[in-house]
């Protein structure tokens, strides 16, 4: 099973870099926007490094828990992620 997770509406990110410390297996600052965005092998399109789809990706089960915790700190509320097809935040 897996995880998915998303960033979203990513514009309203501030930066801030709690997920990063929460999650860095998942969560990491984009070097020219300054946003966060989802680790690249975790993407839809993980080689396209610059033009790939950021703000979304498919992570393993075990993430789950610091996924979890970023979404719960982001001052912002803009990190959502699901298991099985159910939303959990
Ligand atoms: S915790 Fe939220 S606002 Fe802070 S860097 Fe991550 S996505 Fe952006």
């Not at 997770?5 to 410390?21: G, H, K, L, T």
């Not at 982001?74 to 097809?85: E, F, L, N, R």
Request: hydrophobic letters at 30%.
């Amino acid at each position: 099973m897996t995880i998915k997770v998303w960033i979203e509406p990513r514009e309203n990110c501030i930066a801030d870099m709690v997920c990063v410390s929460l999650c860095p297996d998942v969560f990491q600052m984009n070097e020219i926007d300054g946003k966060a965005e989802i680790v690249n092998k975790w993407r839809p399109d993980p080689d396209k490094k610059e033009q790939g789809t950021r703000s979304e990706g498919t992570v393993p089960d075990e993430l789950q828990d610091c996924v979890d915790a970023a979404s719960q700190s982001c001052p912002t509320q803009i990190i959502h992620y699901s298991k099985d097809g159910q939303q959990m935040h």
